[in-house]
T-cell receptor
Framework: QKEVEQDPGPLSVPEGAIVSLNCTYSNSAFQYFMWYRQYSRKGPELLMYTYSSGNKEDGRFTAQVDKSSKYISLFIRDSQPSDSATYLCAMIHMDSNYQLIWGAGTKLIIKP | GAVVSQHPSWVICKSGTSVKIECRSLDFQATTMFWYRQFPKQSLMLMATSNEGSKATYEQGVEKDKFLINHASLTLSTLTVTSAHPEDSSFYIC?????????????FGSGTQLSVL
């Protein structure tokens, strides 16, 4: 079993819809949770990071962490075609000397 | 935000030649840089961790003699793919951790697509 599970998609939604992207993890030692966006042939771009359960909002993006369920989500409101990209979750636990553990990434397609 | 410049963006080379990829932190000092490799439709795989002024730490299965990493200054790390072969063709990405910051503030280069003929 992988430490971090993420559905690779693709996930296709119409423009303006609310998008929900999710990751599950198995190691309760994870303490930091990040979401990255990656356009084709580009490096990942950090969107949000959090280290506590609950919600964190930044513009159209909301990151949600539920440590009891070992489940994290990224919500995108009013989705735009420019949001089409691969979204990767990543996590850190101190036991691994700050190594990032990555999800496989979900390819998101926003249809105009 | 902080900027990491990675160069070149694309490189095509003949089998047997060596290729050097540079990763520079432009407006901050990076005590640690990470090198990743990404195969199509797969996530990033950490190859090595590079600390300024010391030898890089390679992940299991990564050949240190094949992938030479140098981190001679707080703003520059290089990855040299020696005697490249077609199986080395991949997308390589570097990231830099700002001095004194925890890993949640990593900044990424734009990546280098290597094609070995």
């Amino acid at each position: 079993q992988k430490e971090v599970e993420q559905d690779p998609g693709p996930l296709s939604v119409p423009e303006g819809a609310i998008v929900s992207l999710n990751c599950t993890y198995s190691n309760s030692a994870f303490q930091y949770f990040m979401w990255y966006r990656q356009y084709s042939r580009k490096g990942p771009e950090l969107l949000m990071y959090t280290y506590s359960s609950g919600n964190k909002e930044d513009g159209r993006f909301t990151a949600q962490v539920d440590k009891s369920s070992k489940y994290i989500s990224l919500f995108i409101r009013d989705s735009q075609p420019s949001d089409s990209a691969t979204y990767l979750c990543a996590m850190i636990h101190m036991d691994s000397n700050y190594q990032l553990i990555w999800g496989a990434g979900t390819k998101l397609i926003i249809k105009p | 935000g902080a900027v990491v410049s990675q160069h070149p963006s694309w490189v095509i080379c003949k089998s047997g030649t060596s290729v050097k990829i540079e990763c520079r932190s432009l407006d901050f000092q990076a005590t640690t840089m990470f090198w990743y490799r990404q195969f199509p439709k797969q996530s990033l795989m950490l190859m090595a961790t590079s600390n300024e002024g010391s030898k890089a730490t390679y992940e299991q299965g990564v050949e240190k003699d094949k992938f030479l990493i140098n981190h001679a200054s707080l703003t520059l790390s290089t990855l040299t793919v020696t005697s490249a072969h077609p199986e080395d063709s991949s997308f390589y990405i570097c990231s830099a951790r700002e001095a004194g910051a925890a890993n949640e503030k990593l900044f990424f280069g734009s990546g280098t697509q290597l094609s070995v003929l």
